[in-house]
């Protein structure tokens, strides 16, 4: 079973591929879609999760994602249909940093990919080339709470602490208009609906080839996140506008 389909698994029970509950993206959507006529991009999509709700509360918003999974874009397709919203959402299937759109995007989505781009700054340049005029970024990504292990760095990335990390976006040029630190509740949800959801699977397909490895997978990284970086490790996600001269 490759990457993907682990990780389809892994989400089935927790749609929104990063550590937020329902009530905190709807509130970075609200800020992210003052007017409620936007047109919204996704960079790296995935199943559309965003896209979606964002369609689905404001009836006038237009929506674009973009991802290199045929099958996560299938299922944002099919979701679509089934909320009655495909009219007003494209997708592109292409990688994030070689997508180009003839029109700019008054919300620019990008929450949990910035790997996709190579880093938060890189996911953060690839934004502007996309964003209007008085346009808003919603971004979310890692930052360190507490001083990581080696262990938890050479796991999840070099991150800066809470406070580096915007002042590095201020110095980017950004504005932070809005923010929300994921709670311990928020964060533990996440890691407990991923690896049960993997475990659960395993458990209820025994006869499958890939089950063990499935199991396997579930055990190694509920003990990652366990012992390495579950004291250590945050998530914050920025609601931003372009700072007037930058």
């Not at 796991?155 to 950004?174: C, E, N, P, S």
Request: charged share 25%.
């Amino acid at each position: 079973m490759n990457r993907e389909q682990i990780s389809a698994i892994a989400h089935a029970d927790h749609p929104i591929k990063a550590p937020l509950d329902d009530a905190s993206v709807r509130r970075l959507l609200e800020r992210g879609l003052p007017r409620g006529d936007e047109r919204v991009l996704d960079l790296g999509c995935g199943t559309g999760e965003w896209l979606l709700r964002a369609l689905a509360a404001k009836p006038l918003v237009r929506a674009e994602g973009v991802d290199i999974s045929e099958e996560a874009l299938a299922l944002a397709g099919k979701a679509a249909r089934e909320l009655g919203v495909e009219d007003r959402l494209t997708l592109h299937k292409t990688p994030a940093e070689d997508f180009a759109s003839p029109h700019p995007f008054d919300l620019v989505l990008s929450v949990g990919s910035t790997h996709a781009f190579g880093g938060l700054l890189p996911t953060l340049a690839a934004a502007r080339e996309h964003l209007a005029p008085g346009g808003r970024v919603v971004i979310g990504d890692g930052f360190w709470e507490h001083a990581p292990s080696p262990e938890a760095v050479d796991m999840l990335g070099d991150f800066a602490d809470l406070a580096t990390t915007v002042d590095r976006i201020v110095a980017d040029g950004w504005t932070p208009v809005e923010g929300h630190v994921s709670t311990r509740a928020e964060l533990d949800a996440y890691e407990w609906s991923n690896w049960g959801s993997l475990a659960s699977w395993a458990l209820d397909h025994p006869a499958d080839p890939d089950s063990s490895q499935v199991l396997e997978t579930a055990n190694i990284r509920r003990s990652e996140w366990l012992h390495t970086y579950r004291e250590t490790w945050g998530f914050v996600s920025l609601v931003l506008r372009r700072t007037p001269g930058r």
